[in-house]
Every structure is written in structure tokens, then in C-alpha cells.
């Protein structure tokens, strides 16, 4: 009897370790944006754009339409490529303390782009940084 309950005990606590191992490999990442940047970093963005040569024929070409297009007050116009990669952290996973919120964290990289009179790059800066955000009390 007392072997019965000690094999139960030990299923329940397979049980268990096999959801929590389960919802770690299932964590939900996400991504949203501009694709293109994906496996770009700033070395790799600097060979591809060259101010006062590129056009913007070629950047459409290798980067895609922009996710944003603006204007300086001069008219100059301005491309913006965006790309966050987001994961849910561990915290999310904690039962009871999940009811109170969750929280993500990520990368960001973003491309912006100017263009002179003549649709050729005048100016361009790469940047990635990490990101985070939260809901309920990890606000």
C-alpha cells in the first residue's frame, strides 16, 4: 500500500516536471518588423550602404520597402526599418505569481535612412539595443 502511494507521488511529480520542461521549450519568441534585418548587425549594414553612392533603388532591393517613411522640414526623405525579437522570460512561467503580469525581453534593431535630392543615401545609422516590457506589476 505504502508502494502504491510512493509510485503515484512519483508519476504526479513526472507529471509535473513534464509540463514545467514543456512550457519552457514551448516559451513563445516573437518577432516583428522588418525581416531583412534580421542577421544584420552594423559591420554588415556598413557594406551595403555607402553614403553619397547608394541609391534608393538599391536599398529597396536589398532591404525592402521601409516599415516607415518620414520627411526633414528641408524635404529630404527618411527610411525606417525596424526589428524586434522578443522572448518571454522565466517569470511568466511561476504559478501564482503569472496572475499578476508577465514580462518580455529582446533585442531591437532599427535602420534609418536619409536620402539627398537625388534618392542617394546622405546619412545612415544602425543601432540594436536590448528591450523589455512588462504588464501588471513588472511594469
Not at 4 to 19: D, E, G, S, T, W
Request: proline residues 2%; charged residues 20%; contains cysteine.
Amino acid at each position: 500500500m505504502k508502494q502504491m502511494k510512493q509510485m503515484k507521488r512519483n508519476k504526479v511529480i513526472i507529471l509535473y516536471v513534464f509540463v514545467i520542461c514543456s512550457m519552457f521549450i514551448l516559451q513563445a519568441c516573437a518577432s516583428s518588423g522588418s525581416k531583412a534585418l534580421r542577421n544584420e548587425t552594423e559591420s554588415s549594414v556598413q557594406g551595403k550602404l555607402t553614403e553619397g553612392k547608394t541609391t534608393k533603388a538599391e536599398v529597396k532591393q536589398t532591404f525592402g520597402s521601409p516599415l516607415s517613411t518620414s520627411y526633414t522640414d528641408g524635404g529630404l526623405e527618411i527610411w525606417k526599418y525596424e526589428l524586434a525579437k522578443m522572448h518571454a522570460d522565466a517569470v511568466n512561467f511561476i504559478p501564482l505569481v503569472n496572475l499578476f503580469g508577465s514580462k518580455s525581453s529582446g533585442t531591437k534593431k532599427e535602420l534609418t535612412i536619409l536620402f539627398d535630392n537625388n534618392d542617394v543615401v546622405k546619412k545612415y545609422n544602425m543601432s540594436e539595443s536590448p528591450v523589455a516590457t512588462g504588464t501588471g506589476v513588472f511594469r
